[in-house]
C-alpha cells in the first residue's frame, strides 16, 4: 500500500559526518521520526540497535529481538536499511507492525 507511487514513498538522509538524518519526504507512513534529528549506534563496530533522537525530543530505538527489530545497520556498503516496528497494546501483546525498507538512492 504505502508503495503503491513515488510520493507515497518515504525519503529519509542520512549524514555521516554529523549523525543528523532529515526526512526529505514523508510519503504516507506513520511519522514516527518527525522531520528530523540525530541517529545513534549502540557500539562500533558490530552495532546491534541504532537510536533515533527527533528534534522534537521523542526517541526511538531499533534493536535486535525488541519492539523495533533491526535487520541490517545503514552501512557505505549497504543498498538497503530495514527495521520493524512492533506497537503493543496495554496488555503488552503486540497489535500493529510497521516493516520499514529503505533503499539507497546514491
Known amino acids: 500500500y504505502f508503495s503503491s507511487n513515488e510520493s507515497s514513498k518515504m525519503i529519509i538522509r542520512f549524514e555521516k559526518d554529523n549523525n543528523a ?15 528530523g534529528g540525530t541517529w545513534a549506534y549502540n557500539e562500533l563496530p558490530y552495532p546491534t540497535s541504532i537510536y533515533f ?18 535487520s541490517n545497520m545503514p552501512r557505505e556498503t549497504d543498498n538497503q536499511f530495514m527495521f520493524k516496528l512492533n506497537r503493543k497494546n496495554t496488555c503488552g501483546e503486540n497489535y500493529l507492525r510497521y516493516d520499514y525498507t529503505f533503499s539507497r538512492l546514491q
Open 53 to 70: 533522537y527527533s528534534s522534537k525530543g521523542d526517541t526511538l530505538s531499533a534493536s535486535l529481538g525488541k519492539t523495533a527489530s533491526l
Open 21 to 35: 538524518y532529515s526526512i526529505i519526504q514523508p510519503g504516507n507512513m506513520p511519522r514516527i521520526l518527525g522531520t
